[in-house]
């Protein structure tokens, strides 16, 4: 469905070498095969029923396929709308009080902090997503890749104080997003 969309532009900037380190922007079908996963983690995180989520994330990318070509940020634009359709969803269908055979066994047997995690993470790949490149860069060097200052600077042609600025910056910016979403700690 998603084959014929045309791959977008790199926007990657702000961090010299990020071209090397971040080729051309992927297509819809990669960015479906590579975030379908987390989309409709983050999804069930809301909605707590499995099918539901399905059809939003489903929505969310045959509505980002319309417009494919005016998204500058495809990730950060998924987690907004299925944020936003999982919020209408739910405005819409209140929670029913009888046995519902389209909630999934394993997902009903979820205690309430795991789901609670479980839209948290989710929060914090949308707001990760919602992050300009070189921002998303910093931190996937810092905390995936384990990364020490200076090794950073090498790989960025950033001051070591300057990284170390950054990532103080940036981790704020995302802790104040989180505190906004509700999620206040590590229990969220």
């Given at each position: ?31 479906f ?30 509505r980002?396929?319309?417009i ?58 949308m707001?990760l ?12 060097l810092?905390?995936h890749d384990?990364?020490k ?11 070591v104080g ?27």
């Amino acid at each position: 469905m998603f084959e014929n969309a045309p791959v977008r532009p790199s926007a990657v900037s702000g961090i010299p070498g990020a071209e090397a380190m971040s080729p051309q922007a992927p297509s819809i079908a990669a960015l479906f095969e590579s975030e379908e996963s987390a989309l409709l983690h983050y999804a069930i995180g809301i909605v707590r029923r499995r099918i539901v989520a399905e059809e939003l994330v489903q929505e969310a990318f045959l509505r980002l396929h319309r417009i494919w070509g005016q998204v500058d940020n495809p990730r950060g634009w998924l987690y907004r709308s299925i944020r936003n359709l999982a919020l209408n969803h739910l405005r819409d269908n209140p929670p029913e009080a009888e046995l519902d055979e389209e909630r999934a066994p394993q997902e009903e047997s979820l205690p309430r902090d795991l789901l609670g995690r479980s839209e948290a993470i989710g929060t914090v790949r949308m707001l990760l997503a919602e992050m300009p490149e070189d921002d998303r860069t910093l931190i996937r060097l810092k905390y995936h890749d384990d990364l020490k200052y200076h090794e950073i600077s090498k790989r960025t042609g950033l001051s070591v104080g300057n990284v170390g600025f950054r990532l103080h910056h940036v981790m704020k910016a995302l802790l104040d997003g989180l505190q906004r979403a509700g999620i206040e700690g590590s229990e969220g």
